[in-house]
């Protein structure tokens, strides 16, 4: 078993959180290890979402219009809410180091969820609303930063 496994074994990601603990084992198995190395791209903009990507190690990076919106590490996921959209990526992402990611098909974690209880895909979409919510308030902590710098700058 990887290390990375047996780490999201002990403190499971965010999506998983409130798992049991064969639940997340099992979770975590059905996902495709990828590698990638440093500036590789990942994810391009405008590919339709039918997977997710758990960092299992590494750092990589959002990038849109050529601005870097964030930098995720190991544990965050990559579009988290593919179960639920059929829209296509709205970022890139890149490698910003030596990366293993695993890669969830939709086909695959839905079927995953239904051998379930129910309870299961109510903690797991309650999950996801955790994190897009900490996402939104990030980026409303960057707006803010900004609309602040753009008031005090002479030069407008």
């Keep these: 078993m990887p290390d990375y496994l047996k780490?999201?074994?002990k403190e499971p990601p965010l999506l998983l959180r409130n798992f049991h603990y064969e639940d997340v084992l099992e979770f975590l198995q059905t996902g495709v290890e990828e590698r990638y190395m440093a500036g590789d791209n990942i994810i391009n903009e405008s590919e339709n979402v039918n997977s997710a990507y758990l960092v299992a190690s590494g750092k990589v990076a959002i990038w849109k219009d050529g601005i870097q919106l964030a930098t995720l590490s190991e544990s965050n996921f990559l579009g988290e809410a593919f179960l639920f959209s059929k829209n296509s990526r709205m970022a890139k992402v890149t490698s910003e180091t030596d990366t293993i990611l695993?890669?969830?098909?939709?086909?695959?974690?839905?079927?995953?969820?239904?051998?379930?209880?129910?309870?299961?895909?109510?903690?797991?979409?309650k999950n996801i609303i955790e994190i897009q919510q900490r996402k939104i308030s990030n980026m409303n902590v960057q707006?803010?930063?900004?609309?602040?710098?753009?008031?005090?700058?002479?030069t407008w």
């Design 7 to 9: 780490k999201f074994l």
């Design 102 to 125: 695993l890669r969830y098909e939709r086909y695959d974690a839905l079927n995953f969820f239904r051998k379930k209880p129910e309870k299961l895909f109510n903690i797991f979409t």
């Design 143 to 154: 707006l803010l930063n900004l609309k602040k710098r753009l008031l005090n700058d002479n």
